[in-house]
T-cell receptor, first 116, second 116 residues
Framework: AQSVAQPEDQVNVAEGNPLTVKCTYS??????LFWYVQYPNRGLQFLLK??????LVKGSYGFEAEFNKSQTSFHLKKPSALVSDSALYFC??????????????FGKGTKLSVIP | GAGVSQTPSNKVTEKGKYVELRCDPI?????LYWYRQSLGQGPEFLIY????????DSGLPNDRFFAVRPEGSVSTLKIQRTERGDSAVYLC??????????????FGEGSRLTVL
């Protein structure tokens, strides 16, 4: 069975500073990896995904994530944080094929607070 | 509509009652998913439909939970004999394409169920 760990419940960063939200995963075979964001009273929104190819993927709102197979990590990054980036961020994984390949498994989420 | 629509947005019921939650996916999306999100947790997979059929219902916690999608569009999640532990936000998502596609999921805002 697949799993996702987001080791930080909360990340605080000053506006304009770079941010990183950490994610590690466990899955059989090759992974499909995703980041979603949840704003207050809003549905989950897709940010970016890794399927194959370049380990650095770029997504919405200036976010990017780096896939590291040896460390089984998929950390979310942004060079310069905005106050409007404050939200709850979820990392998710599903296997490329086989059992559970339709199921996205989510981490518990990391609350990002960007301080003006 | 433009996005995934879920009704009701809030439902309060008493222990032992029957509840139905409705999801109207994005037009043309053949894949539909139900997830459950408890407080402080990430979404947990319940069931996946491809068209009218439930392709994977392995996430349903027990036989009190059932979901249908009779015409391949709107879906209803049905919970019998509700228990306090069923209290959560029930999320619906849809996506383009067939099983195993790599596309992102589009989530509704959820139905918050409270069982007293």
């Amino acid at each position: 069975a697949q799993s996702v760990a987001q080791p930080e419940d909360q990340v605080n960063v000053a506006e304009g500073n770079p941010l990183t939200v950490k994610c590690t995963y466990s899955v059989s075979g090759n992974p499909y990896l995703f980041w979603y964001v949840q704003y207050p009273n809003r549905g989950l929104q897709f940010l970016l995904k890794y399927i194959t190819g370049d380990n650095l993927v770029k997504g919405s709102y200036g976010f990017e994530a780096e896939f590291n197979k040896s460390q089984t990590s998929f950390h979310l990054k942004k060079p310069s944080a905005l106050v409007s980036d404050s939200a709850l961020y979820f990392c998710a994984v599903r296997p490329y094929s086989g059992a559970g390949s339709y199921q996205l498994t989510f981490g518990k989420g990391t609350k990002l607070s960007v301080i003006p | 509509g433009a996005g995934v629509s879920q009704t009701p947005s809030n439902k309060v019921t008493e222990k032992g009652k029957y509840v139905e939650l409705r999801c109207d996916p994005i037009s043309g999306h053949t894949a539909l998913y139900w997830y459950r999100q408890s407080l402080g947790q990430g979404p947990e997979f319940l069931i996946y439909f491809q068209g009218t059929g439930a392709a994977d219902d392995s996430g349903l916690p027990n036989d009190r939970f059932f979901a249908v999608r009779p015409e391949g569009s709107v879906s209803t999640l049905k919970i019998q004999r509700t228990e306090r532990g069923d209290s959560a936000v029930y999320l619906c998502a849809s996506s383009l394409g067939e099983a195993g596609n790599t596309g992102e999921l589009f989530f509704g805002e959820g139905s918050r169920l409270t069982v007293l």
